[in-house]
């Protein structure tokens, strides 16, 4: 039952991605049917999974035996080479923005806070899926000990790394923000995150296509408008390649 309309979903999706994309973005009513399309989207999508709708989660023998990286597999900044050799003992997440109590966590805070371990299945608009065991708090947690302020709407994620000469950056809207399985993961299959998926931290949100799932997470920021940020998009892919900013599974 719940399969079915998931696959639907993700099969319009990237027929959508694929062929319709690049050309109906050209025009501004055209853009403007693209928005309303992917409203609704958002709409049926919650529709159908309900508003905290659990995506599915998966057995341990099932978990893919390899974890490929995808986009950025290394990080060229010099402090977060030196960070990454060292453990991160000087690495810290910053939690900023619109919140009453900025916070500046540093990896052992992190994975002090009360964990949610989960496997799930990762899906890339590119063509591929793989099952891994991912830990670390929710994003709840952090959200919660910040303070985020009413007037704030959206999560941005900011990432370490710089993919074709831009920062690679995400974001979320408060009820992706506050789902149950929606983790920041300092862990993959019970071991520390390799640097190709994303160390020392990055961002599992398990509704949502795989370039939401920032990898490299340096900061995450309340902000009331993504409007400011990039070009604007709400995330990089969504800058760059016109990717709809809600990837609903
Ligand atoms: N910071 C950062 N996050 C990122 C990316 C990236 O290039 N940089 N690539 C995205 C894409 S397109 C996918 S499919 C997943 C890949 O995660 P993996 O490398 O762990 O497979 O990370 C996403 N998050
Ligand atoms: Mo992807």
């Not at 709409?43 to 995506?55: I, M, N, P």
């Not at 899926?129 to 910040?146: C, N």
């Not at 690679?168 to 149950?180: F, G, L, Q």
Request: charged share 25%; net charge neutral; with cysteine.
């Amino acid at each position: 039952m719940v399969d079915l309309p998931r696959r639907s979903l993700l099969a319009g999706m990237a027929a959508l991605s694929a062929s319709a994309c690049a050309k109906i973005n050209q025009s501004e009513s055209a853009k403007t049917l693209f928005d309303a399309a992917e409203d609704g989207h958002r709409t049926l999508h919650r529709a159908l999974a309900g508003k905290q709708g659990l995506a599915p989660e998966y057995t341990r023998a099932e978990r893919s035996p390899t974890f490929r990286g995808n986009g950025s597999v290394t990080v060229e900044d010099p402090f977060y080479k030196a960070q990454l050799a060292g453990g991160f003992p000087d690495w810290r997440l910053e939690v900023r923005g619109l919140v009453e109590k900025p916070l500046a966590l540093t990896l052992d805070e992190v994975k002090a806070l009360p964990q949610r371990t989960q496997i799930t299945r990762h899906d890339c608009v590119e063509g591929w899926s793989a099952i891994g065991e991912w830990q670390g708090p929710q994003l709840a947690a952090l959200l919660d000990a910040a303070k985020v302020k009413e007037s704030a709407k959206f999560i941005v994620f900011r990432c370490a790394d710089v993919l074709y000469g831009r920062d690679y950056y995400e974001s979320i809207d408060m009820v992706d923000a506050y789902h149950p399985q929606t983790i920041i993961a300092h862990s993959l299959n019970g071991e520390p995150l390799p640097e190709k998926n994303g160390a020392p931290l990055r961002m599992r949100i398990e509704r949502q296509l795989g370039y939401k799932q920032a990898k490299y997470v340096k900061a995450i920021e309340a902000v009331a408008s993504f409007a400011d940020i990039g070009d604007g998009k709400g995330g990089f892919w969504e800058d760059t390649a016109g990717y709809q900013w809600y990837a609903g599974i």
